[in-house]
């Protein structure tokens, strides 16, 4: 089985709190790689409290966003609609309930590949693909450098070699 993983395609890392113009372009490429992929489409969804200022992120990182419940936590307008074999809202960058899950299908029928693209990759993007990928070492893990944005243009290429350098596939 193939899985694709659309990491964080939310209002707030789009167009709204933490939205960048490379975010808002990538877009149409997402779009059409979900409408294209043949497997499961599974989405994580950044998922912070009221109480977010309060958390480690919320003291580093202080914006508040991705509040469970608000429009910037809900996945962009033109994604709804799109296949979707399940979503995994995450309360940290990397979703340990996403790498459980493709280890308990793994022991079902084996996970060929897993691709992930989204936002950001600098930081969400990087934690999930690491995490998969120390999950199951022998998948094939590949990020969709053109469907991904990071918080800044630098961060993302610097996130894409680091990916690289951990024998995650990079096109």
């Given amino acids: 089985m193939n899985y694709l993983i659309v990491?964080?395609?939310?209002n707030d890392f789009i167009s709204m709190a933490l939205g960048t113009?490379?975010?808002i372009s990538i877009l149409?490429?997402?779009?059409?790689?979900?409408?294209?992929f043949a497997g499961k489409v599974l989405y994580t969804r950044d998922t912070h409290g009221e109480d977010y200022f309060e958390t480690q992120e919320g003291k580093k990182l202080?914006?508040?966003h991705c509040v469970k419940g608000t429009p910037g936590w809900e996945i962009e307008s033109s994604l709804?609609?799109?296949?979707c074999d399940g979503i995994f809202d995450k309360p940290t960058f990397g979703s340990t309930a996403l790498a459980d899950y493709l280890v308990e299908e793994n022991a079902?029928?084996?996970v060929e590949s897993v691709t992930l693209i989204g936002l950001c990759t600098d930081i969400c993007v990087i934690s999930n693909a690491m995490?998969?990928?120390a999950s199951l070492p022998e998948c094939e893990v590949t990020v969709d450098s053109t469907c991904c944005a990071g918080v800044t243009p630098e961060s993302h290429t610097r996130a894409l070699g680091a990916m690289?350098?951990?024998q995650i596939n990079v096109i």
């Fill in 21 to 23: 113009k490379e975010a």
């Fill in 131 to 133: 995490l998969i990928k």
């Fill in 80 to 83: 709804k609609g799109l296949r």
């Fill in 62 to 64: 202080p914006v508040l």
């Fill in 7 to 10: 990491v964080d395609m939310q």
């Fill in 108 to 110: 079902k029928e084996q």
């Fill in 28 to 36: 149409p490429r997402v779009k059409e790689r979900i409408e294209a």
């Fill in 164 to 166: 690289t350098a951990c």
